[in-house]
């Protein structure tokens, strides 16, 4: 009868598969209910004599039982865990995800340039809207209502009064308004103008300069072109001031330097001048002061503003802007 008992667990343990049925399994022999207990309860109906002797059999059996699935539970935690190590298995030989790295556009590159130069020379940066004010665009500026930068074909209206900021000094302007005299700003930021060819696109970039103070002479402003161009090309590089003429300034130049492609000997980017025009400039017209309210007894000041695609292009040697803008890859990954 015992022996029966002990080759049916057997039989039963060879169809284990998991620890789940092995669980059931002890229950079915070794539980409160289980084959074993019964036998085990079922003592006290025999003789002492009877006792010792089947309750040895049933304890040899209990102890069997108990070290079969002891050993049962090691096997099958040992291939749980090699399912599950094989499951998981990572090959770490093989080569790494490809991760691309993006980098600075060109124009932001050249742009922080030019605004670090400026901040190691003293000046703030500032910001104005791009969606503009006539007034603060053109009116204050001492731009006539008949120039030709306010016609349609030139300027994007939003309405009469509104629209994109043709240039950056209406920052000039809100600026001024802000603050007391001296100020000493630059303005980077976009700028909006309707034409499109090689070397114009609807959206650009400019960085306008303002500095206003007692006693500020054409010299300062010489002065803190030369620098920022040597500073931002090298030193070799010549600069010259041309008479020119804005409305907000007077006396208004435009400066050029020599032209880095051919070291000023002549090619096809400087039109064989040997010269390159990079920048407008000029001492603030007392027009523009008197319309913020600032002393022209007392104070004056200059003013510039440059492209920085310009720049740029010339830096980089680019021969057409729209490049900047079509997000071709091939193009952005060479900076
Ligand atoms: N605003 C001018 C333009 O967009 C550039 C310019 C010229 C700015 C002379 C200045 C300046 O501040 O003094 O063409």
Redesign the pocket.
């Known amino acids: 009868m015992f022996e029966e008992i002990r080759d049916r667990f057997s039989e039963d343990l060879k169809s284990v598969q998991s620890l789940q049925e092995l669980n059931n399994l002890k229950v079915k022999y070794l539980g409160k209910k289980g084959i074993i207990t019964a036998q085990l309860k079922s003592l006290s109906t025999l003789s002492p004599s009877e006792r010792q002797v089947v309750g040895k059999l049933i304890n040899n059996i209990k102890l069997f039982i108990e070290n079969e699935i002891a050993s049962k539970e090691l096997f099958l935690k040992d291939a749980e865990l090699q399912n599950l190590l094989k499951a998981e298995y990572i090959d770490i030989t093989l080569p790494g995800k490809y991760t691309s790295y993006g980098s600075e556009h060109p124009l932001n590159i050249v742009l922080n340039e030019v605004i670090d130069i400026f901040i190691r020379m003293g000046f703030n940066v500032e910001e104005g809207p791009e969606v503009e004010l006539d007034y603060y665009n053109f009116e204050a500026l001492n731009i006539p209502k008949d120039h030709p930068a306010r016609d349609m074909q030139d300027t994007f209206y939003i309405s009469e009064d509104i629209i994109l900021r043709?240039?950056?000094?209406p920052v000039?302007i809100r600026g001024m308004l802000k603050r007391k005299p001296p100020v000493r700003f630059i303005a980077p930021g976009k700028?909006y103008r309707c034409d499109a060819d090689i070397s114009h696109t609807p959206m650009f970039h400019?960085v306008?300069?303002?500095m206003i103070d007692e006693n500020i002479t054409f010299s300062n402003l010489k002065g803190i072109l030369v620098a920022f161009i040597h500073m931002m090309f090298g030193e070799e590089i010549p600069v010259r001031f041309r008479p020119s003429f804005?409305p907000?300034?007077e006396p208004?130049a435009e400066v050029d330097m020599g032209c880095i492609l051919c070291k000023g000997t002549g090619c096809r980017v400087c039109k064989q001048s040997g010269w390159l025009e990079i920048l407008?400039?000029?001492m603030v017209h007392p027009a523009v002061l008197e319309n913020v309210g600032y002393d022209t007894e007392k104070y004056n000041g200059?003013?510039?503003?440059m492209g920085i695609e310009r720049i740029a292009m010339l830096k980089y040697q680019i021969d057409d802007i729209r490049l900047f803008f079509e997000n071709d890859i091939r193009f952005l990954r060479q900076f």
Do not use: I, K
């Open positions: 043709t240039h950056t000094s000039q700028v400019q306008e300069g303002l804005f907000f300034t208004s407008g400039a000029g200059f003013a510039f503003g």
